[in-house]
């Protein structure tokens, strides 16, 4: 099997990250953050939208990657768990309906281990809605629906706030309470006595736990049973049918999970920004999140990883550098629109040269090595 | 590794398929009319046709594809109803395809574990949290796949990529994957077109192989040759109806059969006639 590996491995091809890979991405990972402040807390923010987008990837690579259904309103998910702990941890509630603001007359503070779970199960829900109309829909046919739906989302947010006003329309949902672990309120400072760490590398960890989690989670599910009927329908429908897969579960499951990822998500962007509108949602989100696993390697979790990093920070770096070429031409060139260019270059480039992804899927298995292992314990049992 | 069925030895066993009067029509055309058809257990048999006899279209309706007008179905001499494909599979029909239809951007070895799901019961907690329940069935669904891969002998490919495969292996990958679900009854749509005199010859000897394991084995094929030489029984299709069934010696003397692959005017005596008048 090595000697079989080694010759017929592609020479573009990166292999899969080995063991001292990973332990130097986590180290790096953590380090981070305080490499970042020198430059200042604003780069921090940056990386903390990054890890963002890499849960949003990794939710959206569950329902395109694996289970190979083109969902263009992903950011729908997200929109419902950020909405959803919006409301269960601001104001909003309690001053549109006098009965909830007698129930809590300290305000609605829900705390973290309920509204996290809630704005995840929600989301969820609102995934197995989209799934079961679509489930006999492919391809094109079915990215138009999902593009509809997350629309559709996006405009009932902008207009909930008549005749009862529950999202409080484009105005947008405020001071939405900032996380609490273990009574520790991320938005101040946590004074160490010998240094304090600001309230945005505070957040970064969290989310740097949630994403490690997600990828354990994501590369779990990946090698389960339910993982490959996954693979099986997004190769082909009739076999994995035929092979007595139930193939509307597994999709409505795929949907399912895929949105619990994007309302987990979610719920953190409202309590790191407290404040969430309609805005933040809209179809150009989808295709950016669609674009990042394109970019990376669908379907294979580090080249999601790398995706979405890249996708996030491309467009703040080149802020750095849409500056001074700004100030070269005289200020004729608009920043923003210099932004959007460098990155449709960079991402038209990265396609033509590499169309499988940045980091594709190895050609060999991974699993390779674990079953000859387990071929092994078998021949000594 | 292919348990043998201990109901060979019963006296009357049931027929592993046995079907009565499917009809099928596609708009105005009668693609199948009043079918019966009975597979003796633990037997090869060959279902042959000129094309646009309707075999596909039988294959499809006993496997769950199309839906049948009219029928009765049984499997091991209980009620089946084709009516959802993965619960023919779970019924324990397996079948594979004639132009070939594998997971091709993944691994061999999971072309076969895929396989296994019908059989299997972990989800997605299960997953998640990895379970030891969860880990004994992976680790049974690898070994069976493993053992299944090296029974059709392309185990050495296990970790390659099922579209790297070369076609006559793409063709034992298909009835590695289909015998991952443990079927009554393996279904093999055309498994001998496009494949060259020794994988032919290689085919053979596997069907046989898969046969004296104790499966029953439905052997759809335009080889008339590999038919010949493999089935008990044969059953011959035309226009949509049964016009022969029997030994291979009893079909290829039948003059139905004759006239349904020759044509009308190949019947010698009628043909010398024609001519001279």
Redesign the interface.
């Given at each position: 099997?090595q000697t079989?590996?080694t010759q017929?491995s592609k020479p573009l091809a990166l292999a899969p990250p080995s063991l001292g890979l990973k332990v130097l991405f986590t180290a790096l990972a953590l380090l981070l953050p305080i490499l970042l402040q020198v430059f200042g807390n604003a780069w921090v923010r940056i990386a903390d939208f990054a890890l963002l987008y890499v849960l949003l990837a990794l939710g959206l690579n569950i329902v395109v990657g694996y289970a190979g259904l083109l969902d263009m309103g992903y950011v729908a998910f997200f929109a419902v768990g950020a909405y959803m702990y919006a409301l269960l941890a601001s104001p909003q509630l309690t001053n549109a309906f006098p009965w909830i603001a007698a129930m809590f007359p300290d305000g609605l503070h829900t705390p973290l281990y309920v509204a996290i779970p809630l704005s995840a199960l929600f989301a969820g829900m609102f995934g197995l809605l989209l799934g079961a109309p679509t489930l006999k829909l492919r391809g094109d046919y079915l990215a138009v629906v999902t593009l509809g739906f997350g629309e559709i989302i996006r405009v009932f947010l902008n207009n909930l706030d008549r005749p009862i006003n529950i999202t409080n329309g484009p105005k947008g949902i405020g001071e939405i309470d900032p996380l609490t672990v273990m009574g520790f309120p991320l938005s101040r400072k946590l004074d160490l006595g010998f240094t304090e760490i600001p309230s945005v590398t505070l957040y970064y960890y969290l989310f740097i736990v949630l994403v490690g989690f997600s990828i354990l989670?994501c590369s779990?599910?990946e090698h389960?049973?339910?993982?490959?009927?996954w693979?099986?329908i997004?190769?082909?429908e009739?076999?994995?049918?035929?092979?007595?897969?139930?193939?509307r579960n597994l999709k409505l499951?795929a949907f399912g999970?895929g949105a619990t990822f994007g309302g987990v998500s979610g719920a953190m962007f409202a309590s790191f920004q407290g404040f969430v509108s309609p805005e933040s949602f809209s179809l150009m989100e989808s295709v950016m999140i669609l674009g990042m696993i394109v970019l990376g390697g669908i379907g294979y979790l580090p080249g999601v990883v790398l995706g979405a990093l890249l996708l996030a920070a491309l467009p703040e770096v080149l802020r750095y550098v849409a500056g001074p070429l700004q100030e070269l031409t005289g200020g004729r060139l608009d920043a923003a629109i210099l932004r959007q260019l460098l990155i449709a270059l960079a991402m038209v480039s990265v396609m033509l040269l590499r169309p499988r992804g940045l980091w594709p899927?190895p050609?060999?298995?991974e699993?390779?090595q674990i079953?000859n292992d387990?071929?092994a314990e078998?021949a000594h049992a | 590794m292919l348990e043998t069925h201990p109901s060979t030895v019963e006296i009357n066993p049931p027929p592993a398929l046995s079907v009565k009067g499917v009809c099928k029509s596609f708009g105005g055309l009668q693609a199948l009319k009043d079918i019966d058809l009975n597979i003796a257990q633990g037997t090869i048999h060959g279902l042959i046709g000129p094309n646009g006899a309707g075999k596909t279209t039988f294959f499809n309706i006993i496997?769950g594809?199309y839906a049948a007008d009219a029928g009765e179905f049984r499997l091991l001499g209980k009620p089946y109803k084709p009516s959802q494909?993965?619960e023919?599979?779970?019924a324990g029909i397996?079948?594979t395809?004639q132009n070939i239809?594998?997971?091709?951007?993944?691994?061999v070895?999971?072309n076969v574990?895929?396989?296994?799901?019908?059989r299997?019961h972990?989800?997605?907690l299960?997953?998640?949290f990895?379970t030891p329940a969860?880990k004994r069935?992976?680790?049974e669904?690898?070994?069976r796949a493993?053992a299944l891969l090296d029974y059709v002998g392309i185990e050495r490919f296990?970790?390659?990529?099922a579209k790297?495969l070369s076609y006559g292996d793409q063709r034992r990958l298909e009835i590695a994957?289909?015998l991952?679900?443990d079927p009554h009854l393996l279904a093999l749509d055309e498994p001998a077109a496009g494949m060259n005199a020794t994988e032919k010859v290689e085919l053979k000897n596997l069907i046989e192989q898969i046969q004296r394991d104790g499966k029953t084995v439905l052997l759809i094929e335009h080889d008339v040759k590999l038919v010949m030489g493999l089935c008990k029984t044969i059953t011959v299709l035309d226009y949509g109806t049964k016009i022969a069934q029997g030994s291979p010696s009893q079909v290829q003397k039948d003059p139905l059969v004759i006239k349904a692959y020759l044509g009308s005017s190949a019947t010698p005596t009628t043909e010398s006639s024609d001519q001279k008048s």
């Amino acid at each position: 099997m090595q000697t079989q590996r080694t010759q017929q491995s592609k020479p573009l091809a990166l292999a899969p990250p080995s063991l001292g890979l990973k332990v130097l991405f986590t180290a790096l990972a953590l380090l981070l953050p305080i490499l970042l402040q020198v430059f200042g807390n604003a780069w921090v923010r940056i990386a903390d939208f990054a890890l963002l987008y890499v849960l949003l990837a990794l939710g959206l690579n569950i329902v395109v990657g694996y289970a190979g259904l083109l969902d263009m309103g992903y950011v729908a998910f997200f929109a419902v768990g950020a909405y959803m702990y919006a409301l269960l941890a601001s104001p909003q509630l309690t001053n549109a309906f006098p009965w909830i603001a007698a129930m809590f007359p300290d305000g609605l503070h829900t705390p973290l281990y309920v509204a996290i779970p809630l704005s995840a199960l929600f989301a969820g829900m609102f995934g197995l809605l989209l799934g079961a109309p679509t489930l006999k829909l492919r391809g094109d046919y079915l990215a138009v629906v999902t593009l509809g739906f997350g629309e559709i989302i996006r405009v009932f947010l902008n207009n909930l706030d008549r005749p009862i006003n529950i999202t409080n329309g484009p105005k947008g949902i405020g001071e939405i309470d900032p996380l609490t672990v273990m009574g520790f309120p991320l938005s101040r400072k946590l004074d160490l006595g010998f240094t304090e760490i600001p309230s945005v590398t505070l957040y970064y960890y969290l989310f740097i736990v949630l994403v490690g989690f997600s990828i354990l989670i994501c590369s779990r599910l990946e090698h389960s049973r339910i993982g490959r009927a996954w693979m099986a329908i997004r190769e082909d429908e009739i076999a994995a049918k035929a092979m007595g897969i139930n193939t509307r579960n597994l999709k409505l499951t795929a949907f399912g999970m895929g949105a619990t990822f994007g309302g987990v998500s979610g719920a953190m962007f409202a309590s790191f920004q407290g404040f969430v509108s309609p805005e933040s949602f809209s179809l150009m989100e989808s295709v950016m999140i669609l674009g990042m696993i394109v970019l990376g390697g669908i379907g294979y979790l580090p080249g999601v990883v790398l995706g979405a990093l890249l996708l996030a920070a491309l467009p703040e770096v080149l802020r750095y550098v849409a500056g001074p070429l700004q100030e070269l031409t005289g200020g004729r060139l608009d920043a923003a629109i210099l932004r959007q260019l460098l990155i449709a270059l960079a991402m038209v480039s990265v396609m033509l040269l590499r169309p499988r992804g940045l980091w594709p899927s190895p050609e060999h298995a991974e699993q390779d090595q674990i079953s000859n292992d387990d071929q092994a314990e078998e021949a000594h049992a | 590794m292919l348990e043998t069925h201990p109901s060979t030895v019963e006296i009357n066993p049931p027929p592993a398929l046995s079907v009565k009067g499917v009809c099928k029509s596609f708009g105005g055309l009668q693609a199948l009319k009043d079918i019966d058809l009975n597979i003796a257990q633990g037997t090869i048999h060959g279902l042959i046709g000129p094309n646009g006899a309707g075999k596909t279209t039988f294959f499809n309706i006993i496997s769950g594809l199309y839906a049948a007008d009219a029928g009765e179905f049984r499997l091991l001499g209980k009620p089946y109803k084709p009516s959802q494909v993965h619960e023919v599979a779970r019924a324990g029909i397996a079948r594979t395809f004639q132009n070939i239809r594998l997971f091709k951007e993944m691994s061999v070895l999971e072309n076969v574990m895929v396989a296994r799901h019908v059989r299997t019961h972990s989800g997605l907690l299960g997953a998640i949290f990895r379970t030891p329940a969860f880990k004994r069935e992976e680790h049974e669904i690898k070994l069976r796949a493993y053992a299944l891969l090296d029974y059709v002998g392309i185990e050495r490919f296990a970790s390659l990529k099922a579209k790297t495969l070369s076609y006559g292996d793409q063709r034992r990958l298909e009835i590695a994957r289909a015998l991952a679900t443990d079927p009554h009854l393996l279904a093999l749509d055309e498994p001998a077109a496009g494949m060259n005199a020794t994988e032919k010859v290689e085919l053979k000897n596997l069907i046989e192989q898969i046969q004296r394991d104790g499966k029953t084995v439905l052997l759809i094929e335009h080889d008339v040759k590999l038919v010949m030489g493999l089935c008990k029984t044969i059953t011959v299709l035309d226009y949509g109806t049964k016009i022969a069934q029997g030994s291979p010696s009893q079909v290829q003397k039948d003059p139905l059969v004759i006239k349904a692959y020759l044509g009308s005017s190949a019947t010698p005596t009628t043909e010398s006639s024609d001519q001279k008048s």
